[in-house]
């Protein structure tokens, strides 16, 4: 199957989806808050670069996510927004040593690919390279959140939105989104900054989010909400 015969099929299940979840009260919008917060997950060297078990859609990362990652970073900075850069890496690669810092996921996915040893792998792709001042945070699980002091720095900062980008939108993406929720974050998913490495998996995911968790938007309106956030106006 192609990837556009996929793409035409998804679009016919979203459409028919979508009648049920607005009959059912589903797909309602949360909309941007009064303080952002970019949250950007694993845009690290080991996902979005050639030649490593987690390396995402290449077309999608040089064409898309990182163009879309320098808009939303340029605004932001200009305009000086909260940025956190997250990132995944471990101490313990020994899948035989049951102290590990990879707890179980090692059964599933071959997270021992990303060490903490060699930090070409887990640093921050230099295309949208950290400045100083914006925190890069290592996390051990899928969600940002889990395990991590990212809540309490974001409302720390006096953060009510966050806007989500990265890799992967079936994983880390997602799971990091529904914890934002769930802790009071107005969440806002970017759609052309977030990948995976499976067709079919970020329309079907941000499909899904967009129903359940956050409010998918485009680069152009993130870009623009950061610029005029003072005067934003959700209507």
């Not at 919008?29 to 290449?58: E, H, Q, Y």
């Not at 997602?174 to 009071?184: A, L, N």
């Not at 079919?200 to 005029?228: H, P, Q, R």
């Amino acid at each position: 199957m192609s990837i556009e015969n996929l793409d035409e099929m998804l679009q016919q299940a979203f459409d028919e989806s979508t009648k049920l979840y607005q009959e059912r009260g589903f797909q309602r919008r949360i909309g941007f808050g009064k303080k952002p917060a970019i949250v950007s997950v694993d845009l690290a060297n080991a996902w979005t670069r050639p030649g490593n078990p987690f390396t995402c859609d290449m077309d999608k990362m040089d064409n898309e996510i990182i163009p879309g990652m320098q808009r939303l970073l340029e605004a932001a900075r200009a305009n000086g927004h909260v940025v956190v850069h997250v990132t995944t890496a471990y101490q313990n690669t020994n899948r035989d040593d049951p102290h590990t810092d990879m707890g179980q996921w090692h059964n599933k996915i071959p997270v021992e690919a990303v060490d903490l040893k060699d930090e070409h792998l887990w640093a921050i792709d230099s295309r949208i390279a950290p400045i100083e001042g914006e925190w890069v945070m290592m996390k051990k699980r899928a969600s940002s959140f889990s395990g991590t002091p990212l809540a309490g720095y974001l409302r720390t900062c006096g953060v009510d939105t966050i806007i989500v980008t990265g890799v992967t939108a079936t994983a880390c993406v997602r799971t990091t989104i529904c914890d934002g929720i769930q802790d009071g974050f107005r969440t806002i998913a970017v759609r052309e900054c977030i990948g995976d490495r499976v067709p079919g998996a970020v329309a079907w995911n941000l499909y899904d989010i967009d129903a359940k968790f956050a409010d998918v938007e485009s680069v152009d309106t993130c870009v623009n909400y950061l610029n005029n956030v003072d005067g934003w106006n959700n209507s």
